[in-house]
């Protein structure tokens, strides 16, 4: 098998920048991307047999780890089955009936392919719903990439340093107000300014595409009271945070409820799937049921529901997952804090439960402006020479770590030790 860099060369005259998904090319940090030949645990191995200790996780889904043997078993057996068959099976209603018992006020959902899917759909329901067309994102959130979303996002477009796509019609993104993360008055300014017309407030309930940003107290909240006054839908976008800070996801670990919710990452076990949901009241205008259209071929593809109903299935029943993963975040924030400290290194900290983050920045990051003023060569330092010690991170300071249940207090701590070597040799 070619080497990883070779395959990227090769990569880049049949796909875009050689990836699928941009945030892959190590545009931000240098070099050339890893190929991955396998996974299994906390590890990943490139082409070239090399071991990483992962803490991408694919962006999220990994919950339980790579390659966790009850997920492969659900999935070769559902396989053995047939792939596709366009029509509903027993599968999605299991998937749908327990992602409803897990979450609260959860009373119906909709599969469908991606992250960007479900966000897409949700907004497109909450207009129809309130009959309103404008809605309220954040700077630095990254809600997938449908042309609305694509106005001062987060992820892969703060990455590459363009905070608005080409291609995306000035009609459309004029739809989309942007308010600043944990500012409840840029919200309400938006709101008073556009009585009547906004139909959601679209929020990472913890922003994990600017780096991890934490909601400040009472701003989630607040939002809520916001939405209630003005008669505007509050969309939580926890195609990161669902399943993944608890059962219930932000809504459960912060006690708010939202109208609609959006899913992806966990809940298809690492296959496509995204949802999105709420109260049976709103859902019911979706099609066939009501006037607002949202389909797809492989909605409720009956493989990735094996693996998404195996995985939530775990979820459903094993506290220690979320106690150890939150226990793992603990240790690692902790642990650099006191690094950061000890090297006087112009750094802040970021974490919530399984979440976290090291800015570049010595901070406090609360918004999209405060996280753009990391020194991402800085962070490209840091990256490289974690991946050169078998420690495989984001490659872009505007990401998340996501931690696993496979991860190991022994895993923390030899990152903890590598970073800082590497505090030594960079400040
Ligand atoms: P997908 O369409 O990529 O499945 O989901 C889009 C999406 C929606 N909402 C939130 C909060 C998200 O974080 C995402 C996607 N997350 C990124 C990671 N920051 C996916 C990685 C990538 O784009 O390659």
């Known amino acids: ?99 409803t018992r897990m979450v609260s006020d959860l009373e119906m959902v909709r599969m469908v392919n991606s992250g960007t899917e479900a966000v897409m759909s949700a907004i497109r329901l909450a207009r129809g719903y309130t009959g309103r067309d404008k809605v309220i994102k954040f700077a630095g959130c990254y809600h997938g990439h ?33 308010a600043i993360y944990n500012d409840l008055n840029s919200v309400e300014a938006l709101l008073q300014g556009n009585k009547d017309q906004v139909a959601a407030v679209i929020v990472e309930p913890v922003a994990a595409n600017m780096g991890v940003v934490p909601p400040a107290p009472g701003f989630l909240q607040g939002l809520r009271q916001l939405c209630d006054q003005h008669g505007a839908l509050l969309i939580f976008d926890e195609v990161i945070t669902g399943f993944r800070l608890a059962r219930g996801g932000a809504q459960e670990y912060f006690g ?61 029943e094993d506290d220690s997952v979320y106690e150890k993963t939150a226990r793992l975040g603990q240790q690692f924030t902790q642990g650099m804090n006191d690094l950061i400290q000890r090297h006087h290194a112009p750094l802040s900290v970021t974490g919530v439960g399984s979440l976290a983050c090291l800015f570049f920045t010595p901070g406090p990051v609360t918004n999209y402006e405060e996280a753009k003023k990391s020194d991402t060569a800085a962070f490209a330092r840091y990256f490289n020479g974690m991946l050169n010690r078998g420690f495989y991170f984001a490659p872009s300071q505007f990401e998340a770590i996501f931690l696993s249940a496979a991860h190991t207090e022994e895993d923390i701590q030899a990152v903890l030790e590598a970073a800082d070597q590497l505090f030594t040799e960079i400040f």
Not at 40 to 66: Q, T
Not at 80 to 89: C, E, K, M, R, V
Not at 156 to 164: I, K, N, R, Y
Not at 277 to 297: C, D, F, H, L
């Open 256 to 316: 708010v409820r939202a109208d609609l919710c959006t899913y992806g990452k966990i809940i298809g076990g690492g296959m496509p799937v995204g949802a999105y949901g709420g109260r049976k009241e709103i859902m019911n205008w979706i099609s066939p049921a009501g006037q607002v259209y949202q389909a797809g071929t492989l909605s409720g593809n009956p493989v990735a529901m094996a693996a998404g109903l195996c995985q939530l299935s775990i979820l459903a």
């Open 1 to 99: 098998m070619m080497n990883s860099e070779a395959l990227f060369q090769r990569a880049r005259e049949v796909i875009p920048g050689g990836v699928n998904s941009p945030v892959r090319a190590f545009q931000s940090v240098g070099g050339h991307p890893r190929f991955i030949q396998k996974a299994k645990g906390a590890r990943i191995w490139d082409v070239e047999g090399n071991c990483y200790l992962d803490f991408v996780g694919s962006w999220g889904p990994m919950l339980l780890g790579h390659g966790d043997d009850r997920i492969l078993q659900a999935v070769t057996e559902a396989a053995a089955g047939g792939l596709s068959f366009g029509a509903p099976t027993e599968r999605e209603v299991l998937v749908a009936e327990l992602m």
């Open 146 to 178: 449908s042309d609305g979303m694509l106005v001062k996002a987060g992820s892969g477009v703060m990455t590459a340093g363009v905070p608005d796509s080409l291609g995306v019609p000035a009609k459309v993104a004029g739809d989309t107000l942007t």
